[in-house]
T-cell receptor, first 112, second 114 residues
Framework: KQEVTQIPAALSVPEGENLVLNCSFT??????LQWFRQDPGKGLTSLLL?????REQTSGRLNASLDKSSGRSTLYIAASQPGDSATYLC???????????FGTGTRLQVFP | DTAVSQTPKYLVTQMGNDKSIKCEQN?????MYWYKQDSKKFLKIMFS???????INETVPNRFSPKSPDKAHLNLHINSLELGDSAVYFC?????????????FGQGTRLTVV
C-alpha cells in the first residue's frame, strides 16, 4: 500500500532563505509526482509535475527533484518570500490504482 | 477562465438533510475525481469517473452518490448528512486514466453540518 510522508510538518523562516521540503513514498510504481500549494481556505494549485522518467523540473524559483528508486522527492524554493507562505502538498499517481495519493503536507511560513 | 469549478463554495446545513455539490471542468479531460480533506488537512480520494463510468469507489458510505451526466460534469450527492461529513470536498480532473497526466483541482466546497 502506497504511503506518502512529508517532512517537516511545519517550517517558519525569514524571507530570503533557500528552503528544502521533503516528500517520501513507499512504492516506486508511480506515473508521476505532483507538488501542490494550498493557501488557507483555498483550493490546490499545481506547482510542478515530475514524470516518473524525469529527475527534476523547474518553474521560476521552484525546483523539484525525483529519485524514484529511493522513493524521494524534494521541493527546493529559492530566495523565499512572504508570499510563499502556504501549505505544500506532494502527491504520487499510483500505477496500480490510478489514484493520486497525498502526503500530509508541510505548512510554510515566511516572515519579513 | 476557471478550469475546474465547484459550486457552492460554502455549504452549511443541518444533520439529516440531503445536499449536492456540483463540479464542472472545461479542460476536455476524460477523468474526474472527488477528494475529501478532513479536519487534519489530509486529502483522500473518494471516487473516480472515466468517461461517465465509475472507476474508483473507496470505502465511502453509500449515503454519498456521485453522478456524472457527461464527461465534463461530476456531481456529488450526500443523503442524510452527519456531523462527521463536515470537511472540504475537492473535485479534480485529469486527461486520462493510467497515464502520466497532471491533475487539476477545483477551489473546494467547505461543508459544515450542524
Amino acid at each position: 500500500k502506497q504511503e506518502v510522508t512529508q517532512i517537516p510538518a511545519a517550517l517558519s523562516v525569514p524571507e530570503g532563505e533557500n528552503l528544502v521540503l521533503n516528500c517520501s513514498f513507499t512504492d516506486s510504481a508511480i506515473y508521476n509526482l505532483q507538488w501542490f500549494r494550498q493557501d488557507p481556505g483555498k483550493g490546490l494549485t499545481s506547482l510542478l509535475l515530475i514524470q516518473s522518467s524525469q529527475r527534476e523540473q523547474t518553474s521560476g524559483r521552484l525546483n523539484a527533484s525525483l529519485d524514484k528508486s529511493s522513493g524521494r522527492s524534494t521541493l527546493y524554493i529559492a530566495a523565499s518570500q512572504p508570499g510563499d507562505s502556504a501549505t505544500y502538498l506532494c502527491a504520487v499517481k499510483a500505477m496500480d490504482t490510478d489514484k493520486l495519493i497525498f502526503g500530509t503536507g508541510t505548512r510554510l511560513q515566511v516572515f519579513p | 477562465d476557471t478550469a475546474v469549478s465547484q459550486t457552492p463554495k460554502y455549504l452549511v446545513t443541518q444533520m439529516g438533510n440531503d445536499k449536492s455539490i456540483k463540479c464542472e471542468q472545461n479542460l476536455g479531460h476524460d477523468t474526474m475525481y472527488w477528494y475529501k480533506q478532513d479536519s487534519k488537512k489530509f486529502l483522500k480520494i473518494m471516487f473516480s469517473y472515466n468517461n461517465k463510468e465509475l472507476i474508483i469507489n473507496e470505502t465511502v458510505p453509500n449515503r454519498f452518490s456521485p453522478k456524472s451526466p457527461d464527461k465534463a460534469h461530476l456531481n456529488l450527492h450526500i443523503n442524510s448528512l452527519e456531523l462527521g461529513d463536515s470537511a472540504v470536498y475537492f473535485c479534480a480532473s485529469s486527461q486520462a486514466r493510467y497515464r502520466n497526466t497532471e491533475a487539476f483541482f477545483g477551489q473546494g466546497t467547505r461543508l459544515t453540518v450542524v
